[in-house]
């Protein structure tokens, strides 16, 4: 058996437990928060509807400066998937009976033997495992045998480990990477499939959205007087070619909704790591940091210029109320500006590892009063991210009481390019030795959490506590 160790990462994907966010490059999950993907490439315009007064002030990305200023309905461009439920992959290769059986057993027998718990969760292996070679014995094609091994570890119950195909291993290598490529408008969004429409976590700088003047927490009710979630399904109708308008129906909590008209444009990179000096009365420099997810290796950069260009701070927030996790190599140079030494262990059935941090300071960063916000989205590395500078004394928690969710995964590669992901470890924070899986991280000051959609950055009570809480107003 060949078994090829990446990086821990702490999954989140279809029926996944973990907590994730999608951008209007996103494709999310109905049911469950959406997940980071990148959306097709657009195609060429089939029909115009009649175009939009062009005000003064409309921004005009370049390239577009020349091009007719029109809305097009997603649905009317020849080829444009207007629903797609899961991310748009290319196919997978075939893959012969006999080699899906040797994948299966090296599969098999992977989880036999690395599996985080060895009572399989209190589910019985050897029967769950008779069961799927039965159904590859008996003749699958290629998709239905990759759909069949994520449905055997599924039934081990842990809602973290998960089997993925050569495509979806391609296509989460990309996004892990921040590659990006789509035409939209540039904003990180999450639905909310039960209230029918989108709210704006974060905004990319430099995008028609910023230059629209588009903030997070603003919500978008729908698009050219189309919604966004139709039967509990969200439609990316934000989408579309390039240098076509959209005109979106936009409402700040506490406020009316009005129209905006946004240009689209190809977007090959984003930033999704918000960061601001907080307006304050006693004249202390508060720094913002919204981190809303470890899944994009760009990630560490851009908190590192943000806190290059804050200079020394009287104070710090990082808000991971929505951080769904992701992977060590983001997380791990994250907490190097913050912390430093051993916070921690990763145990796995036979054996334990350090999680040991190497200080890497910028400005006061290793000594600045710091604050992590919490909340039901905080999962898998968000979780230890934020219990373990507060159980080493580096940090306080405000938010609510977080599920527990600290298992790691690790990848093993089979011969025909699929991958699992295989819960392997869970984590013991170095001081308290808390069991956070089972109890969640308890928060310092406990806030309610209204809803990220129901206030603007200067009505959230977290973060007014978390002000609060650092000594200043």
């Known amino acids: ?68 200023l029109a809305t097009v309905d997603p649905t009317e461009v020849a080829g444009h998937p207007l629903v797609v439920p899961t991310p748009t992959v290319e196919p997978n290769p075939t893959i012969s009976q006999d080699k899906q059986l040797a994948v299966f057993e090296d599969f098999a027998e992977t989880v036999s033997e690395v599996y985080l718990y060895p009572d399989f969760n209190g589910h019985d292996w050897a029967a769950i495992t008779a069961k799927y070679r039965a159904r590859v014995k008996s003749g699958l094609d290629t998709e239905t045998f990759y759909t069949d091994m994520n449905a055997m570890i ?46 704006i976590l974060t905004v990319s700088p430099d995008s028609p959205a910023d230059h629209a003047g ?11 007087d189309r919604p966004l979630i139709e039967d509990g399904v969200y439609l990316p109708r934000v989408r579309g070619p390039e240098c076509t308008a959209v005109v979106l129906s936009v409402q700040t909590p506490g406020q009316s909704a009005r129209d905006m008209t946004v240009v689209r444009r190809r977007i090959t990179a984003f930033n999704s790591v918000r960061a601001e000096l907080l307006p304050t009365t006693d004249g202390s420099r508060i720094g913002y940091i919204f981190l809303p997810s470890f899944f994009d290796e760009t990630i560490p950069g851009h908190v590192k210029e943000a806190l290059q260009a804050f200079g ?46 190497q200080p890497d300071p910028v400005n006061n960063s290793q000594t600045v009063p710091l604050v992590i916000l919490v909340g039901k989205g905080t999962v898998s590395f968000g979780e230890i991210f934020s219990g373990a500078l507060q159980d080493s004394g580096r940090a306080k928690i405000v938010g609510v009481l977080t599920d527990g969710n600290v298992e790691t995964l690790y990848p093993y590669y089979f011969e025909d390019g699929s991958r699992a992901w295989i819960a392997h470890e869970r984590f013991e924070p170095a001081v308290s030795h808390a069991d956070w899986e089972t109890n969640g991280i308890i928060p310092d000051v406990a806030v309610a959490d209204p809803g990220w959609d129901t206030v603007t950055p200067a009505t959230d009570p977290t973060v007014a506590a978390a002000v609060m809480l650092l000594g200043h107003k």
Do not use: W
């Open 1 to 68: 058996m060949t078994l090829k160790r990446l990086f821990l990462i702490s999954i989140f994907f279809l029926g996944m437990a973990c907590n994730t966010v999608t951008r209007t490059l996103e494709v999310p999950t109905a049911g469950l928060p959406p997940t980071i993907a990148p959306p097709p490439t657009a195609v060429p315009l089939a029909t115009v509807a009649p175009a939009p007064t062009r005000a003064d002030s409309l921004y005009i990305p370049p390239g577009c400066e020349n091009a007719p």
């Open 214 to 224: 588009l903030k997070p927490h603003d919500n978008i009710l729908s698009a050219d």
């Open 154 to 199: 599924a039934e081990l119950g842990d809602d973290h480990s998960r089997f993925q195909s050569p495509a979806e291993v391609k296509q989460e290598d990309a996004d892990l990477a921040g590659v990006t490529d789509y035409v939209g408008i540039g904003v990180l969004v999450q639905p909310l499939l039960d209230k029918g429409y989108v709210t």
């Open 312 to 357: 020394d701070l009287d104070g710090l927030i990082i808000d991971n109320r929505l951080n769904g996790g992701g992977s060590s190599t983001v997380v791990e140079p994250i907490l190097g500006y913050l912390a430093k030494g051993t916070l921690g262990q990763f145990r796995s059935r036979a054996e334990s590892r350090p999680l040991t941090v």
